[in-house]
Every structure is written in C-alpha cells, then in structure tokens.
C-alpha cells in the first residue's frame, strides 16, 4: 500500500493535522545548561533502558530543529505538539529558571509560528528533575505544588504565542507503569508509592490549571493515553480482570476530573494506599471542566484473571498482526475511545488524538524508507477518527506519533516510530514513505 484513502477534506473544515514528540525524546538532553532527570539516572542503572541509551544526544534537535519544521511545514502539516523539559527550565527542579532553557523554548516558538505551524505545548512529558525525584518524586505531595509553579515560568515566557497547553501527557505512565509496574522512571513497584503518585499527577493537573487560568492563559488541557481492555472469555473472573485495567488505565484519570470520583474497581486496589484528605483535593481542585482532552491511543489488550499477575489479572498473547513494539494494530479502540469519551466523558469538549503511530524496524535502502505497513496503521486510525466524527465526537485535530524516529523510553533508539528516519551515527534525516503518503493526503 502507498497510498492513504482519506484525504484533508474528508475532514471537518479547520481539522489539524499534526506530528508530535517529546523534548527528552529528541532534544539532546545534555545541551543548554539542562539539569539530571530521573530518566538519566534509570537510564545510568543496568537492565533499565535496551543498551543502556539515554537521552543525551538523542536527535540533536536542540540544534537541529529549524530543519526538523522544515520538514513539517513542506508535508503540510497544520500543527506541532512538543513538550518542555522541566529540567531544561528549572535543573533543581524549583527556584530560579535557567536562561538558556526558557530562551531555546522561546526559539522553537517562534520558529514553529515562523513556518505557520500552530505550537501545541504539553508541559511534563515524563522528565523530572533529579532533586525531585531524591525528595521522593510524584509520590511526595510537594511535586504538584512545585509543577505549578514550573507550568507558570514557562507559560510566562511561551504562553502569549501557544495554541493550546496540555499540563502532564499520559499520567498513566507517569504513576501506574513507574511506581506499580516498574517499567519507567523511577522503576519501582510499591503500591503505596503508586497510589500516591495515582493521586498527585492529578492534583498536579489540577493545581498548575488553577494557577494558569488564573493568569488568563486560555486552551488548558491534559493529554491521557487509553488502551482499550477486552477479557478474554465470558467467564465472570476474566470479565472482573478485563474491568479493573480498564478502570485504572483508562477511567481513573478522565473520571477525576469529570465526575470528581476514582473509580470503585481501582480504589479496591490502592484505596488502602492513597493519601489522608485525596477526596477533598477532587472536589476542591482536580473535578474541573476541561478546555480540550488529548488523546493518546495504539493498542488493545485482552485479559484474564491471573492469580500471579500484577493486580491479580495479566493479559493473553497477540492475536493479531503486531507493530515492532509487540502491540496488537486494532484502530477499531480509538473509534471507541472517542465516541465514549464524547458520549460519556467530556461531552462537547473539543477532542484532538495527541498521539497514534506505530514502531517498525525501518531501513534506508538507496536513500529512501519504504514502509507500507506504517501506511496501512496510518490510513485504519484515521479512518477509525473519521467514523467516530460521524458518530458525533467532536474530533478536532489528529497528530502522528511521531514527527522523528528518537529515544523509545526503555526501549532505547531500537523502536522507530518517526514518519522521518533518524541515523543516530549521522543525525540524518530521511522522510520515509509514510510521511510521503501524509503529504499528498493533506495537500490542500
């Protein structure tokens, strides 16, 4: 396959099309006077991260990034969604900002806006300063308190020209896969560790939007990710399985602040854990309307009730074609996610996929990337927002995770996500066929 089926004006009029990444992820974390993040330091212990990679060169976009919207602006695209490294702007986490952090975050704004690109901001994707993770982290309750007040040093300096502001993405990741399952920054599995992170990822959401609003800055959002959990049989304990994923990864974060309540099947879990006095935050401070919701989506997974497993239940092999991460392609779940989230979640509230794509061991042959499976992933998903348009969400934006292959988290530079590869050796960027395919697709 080569070519996409949609086209930009089988949209709605005005709809973005966009790309997104990470500042760990591509920036160079070593450039520019930034501080130690804990993903440094779990990237720095053995067995952590595929080869030990880390962040510190990553894509070089710290100075390549007027070629990086280059590419941007010549595919097409409508909007970028970037985030801001918390330990760029502030190494210590609180106190002074550092100079050369917020005047980089200054640059790439105005270079988006330059190349008629609309800046989309999220501000914590997942770098926490090292000091911060030494007082204890997102299980410390100071961390909300502190993130506010980051969220206000960077709005001050880029929030006149932003198109939008997202406060953390995929708090998921940020609590439940880093404190329960291990799998992230900072590595631990302490269900008292992760009830409170559950609970101050979103007092964090909700203390920096307080604080923002109250500056009069517009456009305030969060970006959660979702994975749609199916059990494996009818059998009721598969079915109870199934139930509380689907209450811990994709009800708990959107029902705090639509329904100011966590969800009964979690709380069943972590209730015993969570912090004196969360209830009185939900209702004070994190149940608030929001001005847009991000949506993060990629897979599916089914589950069974497994005694052994983390939670009591564990999920079955694939059965369906896999992208390189091992994830099941299943488009019919962001159809879904969309059209339950405007039908039973946030209503009319503008809603932009903020992230779908898929990793695939990709190669440079006589100097171009040919990747029809990416194409195939590409046209299923948004086709599946299409249809839930039809059905009524009102889906504002789509942007392809991601712009650049980069830093895959633990799994090192192996997974390539880019619709642009990336030589890690060279930093050269090639357009792969898929970016090719989005840009006749969006030609206006």
């Not at 090292?130 to 960077?154: C, H, K, Q, T, Y």
């Not at 609970?199 to 500056?215: D, I, S």
């Not at 079955?316 to 390189?324: F, M």
């Not at 042959?365 to 998903?381: L, S």
Request: hydrophobic share 40%.
């Amino acid at each position: 396959m080569s070519d996409l089926s949609f086209k930009r004006s089988d949209f709605p009029e005005g709809f973005l099309f966009g790309a997104a990444t990470a500042a760990y992820q591509i920036e160079g974390a070593k450039f520019g006077g930034a501080g130690s993040s804990h993903w440094d330091t779990f990237a720095a212990t053995p067995g952590n991260v595929v080869n030990m990679d880390d962040g510190a060169l990553a894509c070089d976009h710290f100075h390549r990034y007027e070629e990086d919207f280059d590419l941007l602006k010549a595919g097409g695209f409508d909007a970028y969604r970037f985030s801001t490294s918390w330990a760029r702007v502030q190494p210590e986490g609180k106190g002074a900002p550092n100079p050369e952090g917020l005047d980089f975050y200054d640059r790439l704004v105005d270079a988006m806006l330059a190349r008629d690109l609309k800046p989309y901001l999220t501000l914590y994707h997942w770098e926490l300063p090292s000091p911060l993770a030494d007082i204890g982290g997102w299980a410390n309750r100071e961390i909300p308190e502190r993130f506010a007040e980051f969220s206000e040093i960077v709005m001050g300096r880029i929030g006149d020209r932003v198109a939008a502001t997202a406060t953390l993405n995929e708090p998921w990741c940020i609590a439940f896969l880093s404190h329960f399952l291990g799998e992230h920054a900072p590595g631990l599995r302490d269900i008292r560790a992760t009830a409170r992170a559950m609970h101050h990822v979103m007092l964090a959401h909700g203390l920096a939007t307080e604080r923002l609003r109250g500056l009069g800055h517009k456009n305030l959002g969060i970006v959660l990710n979702f994975d749609r959990a199916l059990p494996a049989s009818d059998d009721p304990a598969d079915v109870a399985a199934a139930a509380l994923q689907d209450a811990t990864f994709n009800r708990w974060f959107i029902e705090a602040i639509t329904k100011g309540a966590y969800p009964e099947e979690t709380l069943g879990l972590l209730g015993p854990h969570m912090p004196k006095g969360y209830e009185e935050d939900l209702a004070s401070t994190i149940k608030a309307p929001l001005d847009w919701l991000g949506v993060n989506y990629y897979t599916r997974h089914v589950f069974k009730a497994d005694p052994d497993g983390p939670g009591g239940i564990s999920d079955v092999p694939a059965s369906l074609p896999v992208t390189q991460m091992g994830w099941e392609i299943f488009p019919e779940g962001l159809e879904y996610f969309l059209t339950w989230l405007a039908h039973a979640q946030v209503g009319d509230t503008p809603i932009y996929v903020t992230e779908n794509g898929m990793a695939w061991d990709d190669k440079v042959e006589n100097g171009a990337v040919y990747d029809p499976e990416r194409i195939g992933y590409i046209d299923g998903h948004y086709q599946a927002a299409l249809r839930a348009i039809e059905a009524g969400a009102n889906v504002k934006g789509f942007f392809y995770w991601s712009l650049l292959d980069n830093y895959e988290w633990a799994k090192g530079y192996e997974k390539r996500f880019g619709m642009v590869h990336v030589d890690f050796d060279t930093m050269v960027r090639t357009p792969k066929a898929s970016y090719h395919a989005l840009k006749a697709a969006l030609a206006r």
